[in-house]
Each structure stands twice: as structure tokens, then as C-alpha cells.
């Protein structure tokens, strides 16, 4: 198939501005696949991003992508134009300090999609290592398929020794990473999950995705889990990234438990390190995923074991992103957005 020259891309101009563009549109390198972008999920950190400009401008952002395979650069194995697949989110460079320590994900010189070091999934067309191409089996939606990367940042959560042992949890925020780790949660095992969540749709997705009981934050949380859990769930997962939240997380889990932060706080914390030692408390904290955590996510979408698509509340054009995200920023009650590739 002939490649057109150029593609429409979502381009940042500087904070909150974005733009629909034309870019032009290269070949793939060696050892890389052009992927034609089906779907992109939006991110609260893409959100992040846009409203403060953090990679300046000229700037693609998208990083939970799935698409098909446009062409394959040379020296490319087993892969072939027409494949579906989603794409990771980026490629240590193999060579740096932290990637010879065994932090690949942690690398500051390798490509990353969506974040300033090329272009991200909101755009027509993307290149990539072929490493970072996942290929699934068709039939597969690939709006629900770009949500693998979320459930992957949950499966990384919970892919902790001290955290998998536990059999029961309490997830603060049911967004699309409070969604994943509670998913993440069934998966492994954890057998008594609840959530507390403030919107009613929200709720209800938790409920979908196997909670045994959804808490509104209106409600009397801590003498409802007080009941349930006695001295407290072993596990408390902070997934909205306020002050309050993390601390109502410290005060919810019970004496030599976890609280895992996974959602994004910029503020200063006003932090009292005594309750923490008199409870001999465990904090621990992820961003992102692995390349293996991303397949396993694939994986269990892929087999029916997970189902995204009810979170997917709205799929919208490409040309409809900058609205998105200004709605998104305003409050808008979703899930997740998904920008389809084809829809106009």
C-alpha cells in the first residue's frame, strides 16, 4: 500500500493550545514499524501535559495507542504490514547507566512515546521500535485495546511480593488508573476490593470490574471500612493525586500495611512522619509499565478475561481532540475519551 506524504497530527503550541496539522510523514527507520494509529486513549497526564506546556512546543502527545501495521523498516522480522497490535509506550537505549542497573523504564535517553522525544498517538501515523509493537489476533476493538497501557500501569502495582499478598485492598479514585489497579487487584488474586469513588458512573465501572462494595467519599468511609476490615485493609491504593486523598489513604490502612501512590500529586505534602513510623507503615509508589507488563495487559483483554470497552464513554475524532481535552479539563464526567482514527 502507498503511503501518503503527509498525515494530520494533534499539535501542541504552548499551554492549552492545541492544534489539528499536517505533518510530513517518513518511512521507518531500521529496526523500526510505522504503525497507522486506530485509537488513542487520553491520559490524565497527557492533560498534565497540555495544560502546562511541559514539553513546549511542537509537540505530539499520545501514548495509549493501538493500531496496524502501515510498513516495517529494514531488518524487521516477523512482523508484516496489516497486523493489529497496540504499541508501547517506549525503548530504553540499552546503553545508559540506569539501563545497565536493570532501570530500563527509568531511562533518560531512549524514546518514550508522546512525551517531547517524537511523535505520539495523536496523530494519523506513528514509528516505533518493532519491539514496542504488541500484535493481537483480529477482531479485537482497538479503542479497548489502547486501554492496555493503563491496565498495565495496575498490573505493575500489584507485581510486588509484599503487595500481591495481600487479600484485601481499599482503591481511593475509580479513573482509568483507579480502574486498572482494582482490575489488577481481581487478577492476582486480592479476594476483598472496595473503592471509594465520588461520580456515579464511575461507581458503577468499579462495581463491573469485580469490586465487592463502591464507598462514596459523602459517606462515613472510615466507619464503613472500619466494619468491614476491622483495623483496616492491608492495602490502600491512592489513585487521584491530591493531598487529602493520600492522607485519607495514611489514616484508612490498617498497622504494617502498604499505601501505593499512583496517582499524579504536584503539591507539597505537609507530612507527619510519626504516624507512619508508630504504624510501621509501607509506602511505595509506580509510573508506567514494562514492556512485559503491557503484553500481559494485551493478553487479558485480548482473551475476554478483562473487559475494557464499557470504560471507553465517549470516542471522538481526531479533529474533536482539542475540545477533549478543554472539556476533559473542565470536568467532563468520563472514563475514558478515545480518539478513533477514521471517524472524521
Known amino acids: 500500500m502507498r503511503l501518503p506524504e503527509r498525515m494530520r497530527a494533534v499539535v501542541q503550541h504552548g499551554p492549552r493550545d492545541l492544534r489539528v496539522e499536517e505533518l510530513p510523514l517518513a518511512a521507518p527507520r531500521p529496526g523500526e514499524v510505522l504503525v497507522r494509529v486506530r485509537a488513542t486513549g487520553i491520559c490524565g497526564s497527557d492533560l498534565h501535559f497540555w495544560k502546562h506546556a511541559t514539553y513546549g512546543s511542537g509537540v505530539v502527545l499520545g501514548h495509549e495507542v493501538a493500531g496496524e501495521l502501515a510498513a516495517v523498516g529494514e531488518g524487521v522480522r516477523g512482523l508484516a504490514p496489516g497486523a493489529l497490535g497496540a504499541v508501547h509506550t517506549g525503548a530504553p537505549c540499552g546503553r545508559c547507566e540506569r539501563c545497565r542497573a536493570g532501570l530500563g523504564s527509568h531511562c533518560r535517553d531512549g524514546i518514550s512515546l508522546g512525551n517531547g522525544k517524537g511523535i505520539g498517538g495523536l496523530a494519523e501515523f506513528v514509528a516505533v521500535p518493532a519491539v514496542c509493537f504488541i500484535p493481537v489476533s483480529g477482531g479485537l476493538d482497538p479503542g479497548a485495546l489502547c486501554f492496555a497501557e493503563p491496565l498495565a500501569n495496575g498490573l505493575r502495582c500489584l507485581d510486588h511480593p509484599e503487595v500481591r499478598q495481600a487479600k484485601s ?86 498497622p504494617r500495611g502498604t499505601v501505593f501512590l499512583m496517582g499524579l500529586c504536584l503539591d507539597e505534602l505537609p507530612m507527619r512522619p510519626i504516624r507512619w513510623l508508630l504504624n510501621e507503615l509501607t509506602l511505595r509508589s509506580s509510573l508506567g509499565c514494562e514492556l512485559e507488563e503491557h503484553r500481559r495487559a494485551v493478553e487479558l483483554i485480548g482473551s475476554g478475561a478483562i473487559d475494557a470497552a464499557p470504560l471507553i464513554t465517549r470516542r471522538i475524532a481526531l479533529s474533536e481532540a482539542p475540545e477533549a481535552f478543554a472539556a476533559l479539563a473542565a470536568g467532563a464526567d468520563e472514563i475514558k475519551v478515545v480518539v478513533e482514527h477514521g471517524r472524521g
Open 169 to 254: 485492598a481499599l482503591v481511593i479514585g475509580a479513573g482509568p488508573i483507579g480502574l486498572s489497579c482494582l482490575a489488577a487487584a481481581r487478577v492476582y488474586g486480592v479476594s476483598d476490593v472496595w473503592v471509594v469513588e465520588g461520580r456515579a458512573r464511575r461507581r458503577e465501572a468499579a462495581l463491573r470490574l469485580g469490586a465487592e462494595r463502591v464507598l462514596d467519599p459523602a459517606e462515613d468511609v472510615r466507619a464503613e471500612v472500619a466494619r468491614r476490615f476491622g483495623p483496616g485493609p492491608e492495602l490502600v491504593i491512592e489513585a487521584v493525586g491530591l493531598p487529602e486523598t493520600i492522607e485519607r489513604a495514611q489514616r484508612l490502612v490498617r
